[in-house]
């Protein structure tokens, strides 16, 4: 990177602040804290991004920071997520989550670490004049409750003045010290729809007086997802899955209402913007030909989170740079949602997978469960890669390349 000895930077900064920053993980993970309520969290980054001389500004919802680090030139923006799941940390470690009923079980506690990390390593970079432009650092709240935090960073101009955003994500099916990137949709939209289905309601030994309510649910049920399988391009992948269907209280009477409750998801975007009236208008037939009235609340989540071309790229040359040239392996896609997706929808950008299981492990945990936890080598990992990432892409800017198509595959196979 215009012949500096980066990796040689990043080394000396991590033998002084590696402990540092498992200390300040461990910290978080006992004491994690749900969405919008993530004080603690806030206060401590404030304080140390002040002790570095930053001057961060907390978001108005009241958790949340946003800290701009360097001067005039292109911006960068990272971005951290911070707030834990509802879950009870079932982990036998000397850092087991001492809130009842709230752990860390999706790595926001690492994202953060790496984020805090990178922000200090930055600050010594601006320090000493080799910061060729401006890093926008976001800890954003409430990544897990939809539609997610992202937006109130949005509200609040976080990304005003930003040209290029990054983020990551622990991933314990990928070894500590590889990245897992892929070009386009990497995570899904996600989106939560009720239907309330209403009749008259009446006895069951006569249906053809009534609206056969119960029947007319069962249909929706299934009428609707394979309708929509049939009015949507297949390799936009959308879904609809349903979670909760609940009607009637006794065997020999048809109720008078039901409601049916689930999740869309979808790796495409233009997909996913047509999704609500395409919904709308196959529910509203299906419901009429049995005679009953479908009301349907539909409710916004994520977007999907596509990576672009020169953003992978910029991921791609920053890990091979400091983490090595085997580094960046193949991600599959994942129809999770990710609020990140709505940076995207403003600006360019790139999502990695981050790393966390150790090499040979027997077993692979997956995130949201209450035993996860993570091999915290990958938080020097992700402060080089972050880091690494910045400077790569406040120096290139634009820069086109075709050799992406090359260096990650698109390949949907499994790590």
Known sequence: MRGRDLQ????????DHAEQLIAFRRDMHMHPELGFAEHRATQRIVGLLEKAGLDPRVL?????????????????????????????DEKNTPYRSTVPGVCHACGHDVHTTVLVGTSLF????????????????????????????????LQAGGLKGVDRIFGLHCDPRVDVGQVGLRLGP???ACDKIAIRVSGPGGHTARPHLTADLVFALAKILTELPAALSRRVDPRSSLSLVWGRVDA?????????????????????????HAAPDLIKSLLESVAAAYGVVAELDYVRG???????????????????????????????????????????????????????????????ADIHQPTFDVDERAIAAGVRLMAATALTALWEGQRPSAAVNETVSSSTSSI
């Open 60 to 88: 108005p919802s009241g958790t949340g920071v946003i800290c701009d680090v360097g001067g005039d030139g292109p911006t960068v923006a990272l971005r951290a997520d911070l707030d834990a799941l509802p879950l009870q």
């Open 186 to 188: 990497i995570t899904s």
């Open 8 to 15: 040689g930077q990043l080394d000396a900064f991590l033998v």
């Open 248 to 272: 009637g209280s006794v065997a020999n009477a048809i109720p008078d209402g039901g409601i049916a409750e689930g999740t869309v998801r979808c790796l495409d975007d233009e997909a996913w």
């Open 302 to 364: 994520v977007p999907p989170v596509v990576n672009d071309e020169i953003s992978l790229q910029m991921l791609t040359e920053a890990a091979q740079s400091v983490l090595g040239e085997s580094a960046v392996v193949p991600t599959p896609q994942s129809l999770g949602g990710e609020d990140f997706g709505w940076y995207l929808e403003s600006i360019p950008g790139g999502f990695a997978r981050l790393g966390v299981r150790t090499p040979n492990t027997p077993t692979i």
């Open 122 to 153: 930055l600050a010594q970079q601006a320090e000493a004049g080799l910061l060729p432009g401006r890093v926008r650092l976001i800890f954003q709240p409430s990544e897990e409750i939809l539609p997610g935090g992202a937006l109130k960073v």
